[in-house]
Protein backbone atom coordinates (compact mmCIF):
# COMPACT_ATOMS: atom_id res chain seq x y z
CA UNK A 1 0.00 0.00 0.00
CA UNK A 2 2.75 2.68 0.54
CA UNK A 3 4.51 1.53 -2.46
CA UNK A 4 1.25 2.61 -4.30
CA UNK A 5 0.94 5.59 -2.48
CA UNK A 6 4.30 6.76 -3.45
CA UNK A 7 4.41 5.63 -6.99
CA UNK A 8 0.43 7.41 -7.68
CA UNK A 9 0.64 9.90 -4.71
CA UNK A 10 -1.90 12.22 -6.09
CA UNK A 11 -4.02 8.92 -7.12
CA UNK A 12 -4.36 9.53 -10.67
CA UNK A 13 -5.21 5.85 -11.45
CA UNK A 14 -8.43 5.80 -8.92
CA UNK A 15 -10.74 6.60 -11.71
CA UNK A 16 -8.84 4.35 -14.43
CA UNK A 17 -11.52 1.74 -15.11
CA UNK A 18 -14.17 3.47 -14.74
CA UNK A 19 -12.93 6.46 -16.96
CA UNK A 20 -12.09 3.21 -19.86
CA UNK A 21 -15.87 2.57 -19.82
CA UNK A 22 -16.71 5.87 -20.58
CA UNK A 23 -17.75 5.93 -24.46
CA UNK A 24 -17.67 9.02 -26.46
CA UNK A 25 -20.52 11.00 -26.26
CA UNK A 26 -23.57 10.63 -28.62
CA UNK A 27 -23.84 13.22 -31.30
CA UNK A 28 -25.01 16.63 -29.40
CA UNK A 29 -25.12 14.89 -26.19
CA UNK A 30 -24.69 17.25 -23.44
CA UNK A 31 -22.49 15.64 -20.83
CA UNK A 32 -20.84 16.94 -17.80
CA UNK A 33 -18.39 15.68 -15.35
CA UNK A 34 -18.87 17.05 -11.67
CA UNK A 35 -15.73 17.11 -9.17
CA UNK A 36 -16.21 17.15 -5.86
CA UNK A 37 -16.18 15.61 -2.40
CA UNK A 38 -17.16 12.10 -1.23
CA UNK A 39 -20.67 13.08 -1.81
CA UNK A 40 -20.32 13.83 -4.89
CA UNK A 41 -18.39 10.80 -5.94
CA UNK A 42 -21.03 8.44 -4.39
CA UNK A 43 -24.03 10.19 -5.66
CA UNK A 44 -25.20 7.09 -8.16
CA UNK A 45 -25.39 4.49 -5.49
CA UNK A 46 -28.90 4.34 -4.68
CA UNK A 47 -28.94 4.73 -0.99
CA UNK A 48 -27.84 7.84 -1.02
CA UNK A 49 -31.00 8.85 -3.71
CA UNK A 50 -29.28 8.28 -7.35
CA UNK A 51 -28.95 11.47 -8.29
CA UNK A 52 -29.82 12.56 -11.84
CA UNK A 53 -30.73 8.63 -12.99
CA UNK A 54 -30.80 8.51 -16.75
CA UNK A 55 -28.34 11.38 -17.44
CA UNK A 56 -24.60 11.19 -18.49
CA UNK A 57 -23.46 12.86 -15.91
CA UNK A 58 -20.26 11.49 -14.02
CA UNK A 59 -18.92 12.05 -10.56
CA UNK A 60 -15.62 12.25 -9.44
CA UNK A 61 -13.99 12.91 -6.05
CA UNK A 62 -11.30 15.56 -6.13
CA UNK A 63 -10.60 15.61 -2.28
CA UNK A 64 -7.13 15.92 -0.75
CA UNK A 65 -7.44 12.64 1.18
CA UNK A 66 -9.77 9.86 1.48
CA UNK A 67 -12.86 9.75 3.38
CA UNK A 68 -13.85 6.76 5.27
CA UNK A 69 -16.77 5.30 2.87
CA UNK A 70 -20.28 5.02 4.80
Not at 7 to 24: G, I, M, Q, S, T
Amino acid sequence: MAEKRLNDWPNLARYRDENAKVLDPAKNEQRVVFMGDSITDMWVQPRFGGFFPGKPYIGRELAGRRHRRC
